[in-house]
């Protein structure tokens, strides 16, 4: 039984509440708020939904959480978050170890990990009927509702 718990269960980085105010606030910190507002208003605008993907992808803001998630997930490592940032975001490097600075100090210093369920889709349970039906139905019943053609 504590097999099937440990199933349900993985460990997940927990993120602090205030992270999306804290990579917006970042952005305008660093220049880049004009940038991700460009941007939200060419995916507004489009139509396409490969090319509004394809703006989403490379907002400034969405490419920091990515890092973000990356770093929270073990795929990237805290001393190379500087030049990740720098190539996704077509930084300076000094700007690139500020921000990523900015980012442990805010964000990387407080995720958690933490079970996270997840969801079971069960089926629900059919009640077998208790008493077995006869094989051949018996004649049919009269009607107290009608009256007997004749």
Same mark, same amino acid.
């Given at each position: 039984?504590?097999?099937?718990?440990?199933q349900d269960k993985t460990m997940e980085p927990i993120f602090p509440e205030e992270t999306g105010l804290i990579i917006r606030k970042i952005l305008e910190k660093y220049g880049l708020a004009e940038s991700q507002?460009?941007?939200?208003?060419?995916?507004?605008?489009?139509?396409?939904?490969? &090319?509004?993907?394809?703006?989403? #992808?490379? $907002? !400034?803001? %969405?490419?920091?959480?990515?890092?973000?998630?990356?770093?929270? /997930?073990?795929?990237?490592?805290?001393?190379?978050?500087?030049?990740?940032?720098?190539?996704?975001?077509?930084?300076?490097?000094?700007?690139?170890?500020?921000?990523?600075?900015?980012?442990?100090?805010?964000?990387?210093?407080?995720?958690?990990?933490?079970?996270?369920?997840?969801?079971?889709?069960?089926?629900? &349970?059919?009640?077998?009927?208790? #008493?077995? $039906? !006869?094989? %051949?139905?018996?004649?049919?019943?009269?009607?107290?509702?009608? /009256?007997?053609?004749?």
């Open positions: 039984m504590e097999q099937e718990n440990s507002k460009e941007g939200i208003e060419k995916f507004i605008a489009s139509e396409n939904p490969r &090319e509004k993907r394809e703006i989403f #992808e490379n $907002l !400034p803001g %969405k490419k920091i959480a990515k890092a973000v998630r990356d770093f929270a /997930e073990g795929k990237v490592a805290l001393e190379s978050l500087p030049a990740l940032l720098e190539k996704n975001l077509n930084i300076s490097e000094k700007v690139a170890n500020q921000i990523a600075k900015d980012l442990e100090k805010t964000i990387l210093l407080f995720i958690k990990r933490g079970p996270i369920e997840k969801e079971k889709k069960e089926r629900p &349970e059919i009640p077998q009927p208790e #008493e077995k $039906l !006869p094989e %051949k139905p018996g004649p049919p019943k009269r009607d107290v509702y009608r /009256e007997d053609v004749e």
